[in-house]
Nanobody, 125 residues
Framework: VQLQASGGGLVQAGGSLRLSCAPS??????????MGWFRQAPGKEREFVAA????????LYADPVKGRFTISRGNAENTVYLEMTSLKPEDTAVYYC?????????????????WGQGTQVTVSS
């Protein structure tokens, strides 16, 4: 399973961005139970942002992004999106998408076996 994240950039506070994560590999559809987004700000540990169930499309969000971010999956392809609105300077981070073969503990990094390379999101005040 390979993951390619894209869509990051520089945006002013209050603006929006949409991140994409394009998986590839023959085993992706059979392996993946959960797709997640995590982020790592400078000098901080990587933290959970949002996750989506591959079978039910159920979602889970971290408290700081609830009501502002939306995770979704494409209908015809395996791409996962993170729509980010009302962005704040504290959302500045490298954002990573990840795939988990476990249906449990959606917000735990150690449940995810495959990670994308990260995409930088910078929110200016």
């Amino acid at each position: 399973v390979q993951l390619q994240a894209s869509g990051g950039g520089l945006v002013q506070a209050g603006g929006s961005l949409r991140l994409s994560c394009a998986p590839s590999g023959r085993t992706f559809s059979t392996y993946t139970k959960i797709m997640g987004w995590f982020r790592q700000a400078p000098g901080k540990e990587r933290e959970f942002v949002a996750a989506i169930s591959w079978s039910s499309s159920g979602t889970l969000y971290a408290d700081p992004v609830k009501g502002r971010f939306t995770i979704s999956r494409g209908n015809a392809e395996n791409t996962v999106y993170l729509e980010m609105t009302s962005l704040k300077p504290e959302d500045t981070a490298v954002y990573y998408c990840a795939a988990s073969g476990s249906p449990y503990y959606w917000n735990r990094q150690n449940q995810y076996d495959y990670w994308g390379q990260g995409t930088q999101v910078t929110v200016s005040s």
